[in-house]
């Protein structure tokens, strides 16, 4: 219920009923907390991987889902408090898919006030013609938006692509690797793109995806259905979603603590050569406290719990 919804009502209600001030201001207080909560993480990543600099040019992705809005609006938001200046620049890549509300993100960001740029590649007609009937078409479209955004950003001169992944596509896509691909690999908050001109930045990486679902609807964007293509949502990372969905209900906080191990990589513990010297292991003849106690087992303190009191 909205703020003045509760406060209408209050006036009409029965004594026994009314709501108190701090009752009827909850809604408010709630989007306050997750509007900090959002912006703090993300100036968090945006600091800690160094990802907006003085001067940038930022080509802030806009698809038209609840991520990259979510994106756009702390973005501009930190335009305007972040101690350094850098501009942005909204571009959607319209793939003129069958019933793609071509107003819609331009008269958003025309009310917003935001530069932005729609590219218009009927990208949907070659995935069809080329991709046999049956056949998963994400492999070439993705292809070809990847090629078409880089040409944009280079000829609008921007200095970083912004993309709205977040902890959670994060953690997905480092199961998605484990699971499918043999590799210990997640998806990085900050990249060098494959054809070496441009650098991908993605500072929701620390937000978690209910919040960006939350502040979509506090924030009512105009948000453009994602299946307009008819391709069916892949598979396997909708099964690591729900896998990692039912785990964070029966233990509240293990995703947070499932990401913070991305930060916290021990190489000597796990098993590849190329990272660390196991051939050339000697005794060091030193006795070390935080050394390998190998005959031990392994002793866990509850970091979920201790991240859960932290958020709170
Ligand atoms: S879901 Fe549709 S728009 Fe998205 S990558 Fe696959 S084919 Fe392209």
């Not at 292991?281 to 859960?308: C, H, N, Q, V, Y």
Request: overall charge neutral; some cysteine.
């Amino acid at each position: 219920m909205s703020t003045a919804a509760a406060a209408f009502e209050t006036m009409n209600a029965p004594p026994e009923t009314q709501l108190t001030a701090r009752q009827v201001d909850k809604p408010r207080r709630e989007a306050n907390k997750l509007a900090k909560r959002l912006r703090r993480d993300a100036g968090q990543a945006i600091v800690d991987f160094n990802m907006i600099e003085e001067g940038d040019r930022i080509m802030v992705c806009l698809s038209g889902g609840k991520d990259s809005f979510g994106m756009l609006d702390i973005l501009l938001y930190l335009r305007e408090h972040a101690p350094v200046n850098f501009e942005l620049i909204a571009v959607n890549l319209d793939q003129k898919q069958p019933g793609f509300p071509a107003d819609v993100l331009p008269d958003y960001l025309a009310r917003l006030g935001v530069p932005f740029h729609i590219e218009n590649q009927d990208t949907y007609s070659i995935v069809k013609r080329v991709v046999p009937e049956g056949k998963t078409t994400c492999a070439l479209c993705s292809r070809l938006r990847r090629g078409i955004l880089y040409r944009v950003a280079g000829e609008l001169g921007a200095t970083k692509i912004a993309l709205g992944h977040h902890r959670d596509d994060i953690l997905e896509t480092l199961f998605l690797n484990m699971f499918f691909g043999g590799k210990l690999k997640a998806m990085p908050p900050k990249l060098v793109t494959d054809d070496g001109r441009h650098i991908v930045i993605r500072p929701l990486a620390y937000c978690r995806e209910k919040d960006l679902a939350a502040w979509a609807e506090e924030r009512g964007f105009p948000i453009i259905p994602c299946d307009l293509c008819g391709s069916q949502e892949q598979l396997q990372r909708k099964q690591v979603k729900l896998m990692l969905g039912e785990w964070e209900k029966r233990f509240p906080g293990r995703i947070e603590t499932l990401f913070r191990s991305l930060q916290n990589v021990v190489p000597s513990h796990l098993a590849d050569t190329r990272l660390y010297d196991f051939a050339g292991l000697r005794p060091t003849g030193k006795p070390d406290p935080d050394g390998d106690r190998a005959f031990d087992p392994e002793e866990f303190k509850d970091t979920a719990s201790m991240i859960l009191m932290e958020r709170d």
